[in-house]
């Protein structure tokens, strides 16, 4: 094999920065492609979170609702837990 002269040193670098431009502005195509696509899409994603917003206010209202009847809840089954130990000796007694 011989060595490149600098003249086919040149010539190769210079393809390759052909290559490399060639490279990026298909890149740079392909990237507004996707961005145009997406572009599209956004109405119709804006459309989407509309609708769920206008189904998720009325959920959110009653969790208000719901989360002051969680209190009272508690405080019967904290009742219920009380008398569960003398149910339980009741029934053992009655077993003997």
């Known amino acids: 094999m011989r060595a490149l002269s600098k003249e086919d040193a040149k010539l190769i670098a210079s393809y390759l920065m052909s290559l490399s431009l060639f490279s990026l502005s298909a890149a ?5 492609y996707q961005m145009s696509v997406i572009s599209k899409q956004v109405p119709d994603v804006l459309i989407s979170i509309d ?8 959920v959110i209202d009653e969790m208000s609702d719901i989360i002051a009847l969680v209190p009272p809840i508690l ?11 003398p149910i339980l000796k009741e029934v053992e007694q009655s077993r003997k």
Do not use: A, C, G
């Not at 740079?28 to 507004?32: G, N, P, Q, S």
């Not at 609708?51 to 009325?58: G, L």
């Not at 089954?77 to 569960?84: P, T």
């Open 28 to 32: 740079i195509v392909y990237f507004t």
């Open 51 to 58: 609708n769920t917003s206008e189904k998720i206010e009325p």
């Open 75 to 85: 405080e019967e089954v904290e009742e219920v837990r009380k008398l569960i130990p």
